[in-house]
């Protein structure tokens, strides 16, 4: 793999002289696209030692490679017609993954053994982990990481971060539930076994508040193992006072609580929140 990385950094220092007729350069870009579709590398990861997301930008590089070394063309599939440069992904069954009618993944994506898509869409660069649910309309952009065990509930749209090709994309760890119709975007991170509730916005630059003590926790990154709502918070301006968003921590769960979907429910609907 050491080998096919040096090669596509190598085409990345000259992109600009690439075209779809360079097909050497095509078939060392096939190669790394072929890696995160069967799940052999990933764009990124979360270091175990130290807690910080790794980003393999080699591989993003390749995608955009890809790009911009395939030719548009187009595909009809009964009576739908398509135009685009990827192919879609192919042998669900074999690889034990279930897509229901209306649901698609584009090839260099990754979906894990017992992952089910409803309709719904996974970009390029994206995985999804063993047993996750990517639910009707939930979108799933390029080279975001999610879990195994995860539910992205109905509407959820997870964003893509392809470039800069050194950014951190949108990291789910494993058995976070996202409620119904929430915007995780731009590099933002949940972490293991937590759960955001209906209609959550979070990125980098959304505080991440505390709601026993009021103390900011991060910026764009909730916690592991806690329920997490919609709030806004009091700012004031030149113009007056305005209410701005931030995400508020409203439970601290034990692994037990996050898998009690009963329990999580009557947690919700005391703070007027549901999934």
Not at 79 to 108: I, M, N, Q, T
Not at 128 to 143: E, F, I, K, L, N
Not at 246 to 273: Q, S
Request: glycine share 10%; proline share 5%.
């Amino acid at each position: 793999m050491a080998d096919l990385q040096s090669q596509i950094e190598a085409l990345w220092l000259r992109a600009a002289e690439l075209s779809p007729t360079d097909t050497d350069a095509l078939a060392t870009v096939t190669a790394a696209i072929d890696l995160l579709d069967r799940g052999e590398a990933r764009v990124a990861e979360i270091d175990p030692a130290t807690d910080a997301v790794i980003v393999h930008q080699w591989l993003k590089q390749a995608i955009l490679l890809l790009f911009r070394l395939r030719s548009m063309e187009t595909v009809e599939v009964g009576p739908f017609e398509f135009a685009d440069k990827l192919p879609l992904k192919k042998h669900y069954a074999a690889s034990g993954v279930r897509v229901v009618p209306g649901g698609s993944a584009r090839w260099g994506s990754f979906l894990g053994d017992g992952v089910i898509c409803m309709p719904s869409f996974v970009n390029i660069g994206a995985r999804v982990g063993a047993r996750s649910m990517v639910d009707t309309w939930a979108t799933v952009g390029s080279c975001a990481q999610i879990g195994e065990q995860v539910h992205l509930s109905g509407g959820v749209g997870i964003g893509g971060v392809l470039e800069p090709a050194q950014a951190a994309p949108v990291i789910i760890e494993d058995e976070v539930m996202i409620g119904s119709r929430c915007m995780v975007t731009q590099g933002a991170r949940v972490g293991r076994g937590s759960v955001l509730g209906e209609g959550v916005i979070l990125n980098p630059s959304i505080p991440v508040i505390d709601a026993e003590t009021g103390a900011e926790l991060s910026r764009g990154h909730v916690p592991p193992w806690c329920v997490a709502v919609q709030a806004s918070r009091r700012r004031e301006f030149p113009g007056g006072e305005f209410f701005l968003p931030c995400v508020l921590v409203i439970r601290r769960l034990t692994e037990g609580e996050r898998h009690d979907k009963a329990r999580l429910n009557d947690i919700l609907r005391h703070h007027g929140v549901s999934t």
